[in-house]
Nanobody
Framework: QVQLVESGGGLVQPGGSLRLSCAAA????????MGWYRQAPGKQRELVAA???????NYADSVKGRFTISRDYAKNTVYLQMNSLKPEDTAVYYC??????????????WGQGTQVTVSS
């Protein structure tokens, strides 16, 4: 019923920038929240940034001042602007959305994941 499609990952040098994009499509009535998680090999999945619809964003301490989450509500899209990237930012980044479908179901949905590698 609902799909989240991510794009924008890649290989970047330390100090560089990337912008991730995630668009939700399908039988959507409303989106309660959208956000980004990341998971590095051997590490627990971590919430990076989140946006509750209509509210202000929040960030993991490790990315504050470097990453910015933004939304295009009309396009059901969330972005993650990542600046001053560090090697420890290397991970697979997953888009997440809590969505009410047109059938009335409220569920979490996940993107397919996009690899971000920060290396010289």
């Amino acid at each position: 019923q609902v799909q989240l499609v991510e794009s924008g990952g890649g290989l970047v040098q330390p100090g560089g920038s990337l912008r991730l994009s995630c668009a939700a499509a399908g039988s959507i009535s409303s989106i309660n929240a959208m956000g980004w998680y990341r998971q590095a090999p051997g590490k627990q999945r971590e919430l990076v940034a989140a946006s509750i619809s209509g509210g202000r964003p929040n960030y993991a301490d490790s990315v504050k001042g470097r990453f910015t989450i933004s939304r295009d509500y009309a396009k059901n899209t969330v972005y993650l602007q990542m600046n001053s990237l560090k090697p420890e930012d290397t991970a697979v980044y997953y888009c997440n959305a809590n969505i009410r479908t047109r059938a009335g179901w409220i569920r979490d949905y996940w993107g397919q994941g996009t690899q971000v590698t920060v290396s010289s």
